[in-house]
């Protein structure tokens, strides 16, 4: 979650949902003070990947509705949300933000994993799958890891 609030941040300070990259890099570094320039491009890179950002002609795009993001009154990112993360770790956001109880779902995976023999990112994207939640990327990840 702070991934996407910090990523929206920029284009909600513009009202829009279209920045080029160095306005998106100036909003978190020097208008915010919460990244360096690298690091903000470090972000810029994370949330492309993370499929929140598109890069089309020189330009950032929001896969996202920014307005749509709640940004708290005091919200300030750590340096946590430049740290990739593992395809488990993306998917159990996923199940949380679905309403799903963190510890339960870590349980409910361990023990798939342990039952099946797969990775934890398998028994994740399996779990995630019949609780009906969408994963994408996260999904394909382990998928590819189970092919490999």
């Keep these: 979650m702070s991934l996407d609030v910090a990523v929206a941040v920029p284009f909600k300070q ?66 946590s949300v430049l740290r990739e993360q593992s395809a488990f770790e993306r998917i159990l956001d996923a199940l949380v933000a679905a309403g799903h109880d963190k510890q339960d779902a870590v349980a409910a995976v361990n023990e798939r994993q342990r039952r099946l023999g797969v990775s934890v990112e398998a028994a994740a994207a399996l779990y995630a799958r019949q609780q009906g939640v969408d994963v994408g990327d996260a999904a394909r990840s382990a998928k590819s890891e189970l092919d490999g």
């Excluded at 160095?22 to 949330?47: C, H, T, Y």
């Excluded at 950002?53 to 919200?75: H, S």
């Design 14 to 79: 513009q009202g829009t949902t279209r920045l080029g990259e160095g306005e998106f890099v100036v909003a978190l570094s020097l208008d915010r003070n919460w990244f360096s320039p690298d690091q903000a491009k470090r972000l810029i890179d994370i949330a492309a990947g993370r499929g929140l950002l598109a890069r089309e002609d020189g330009d950032l795009v929001a896969q996202f509705d920014p307005p749509a993001v709640d940004v708290p009154e005091e919200y300030e990112p750590d340096e």
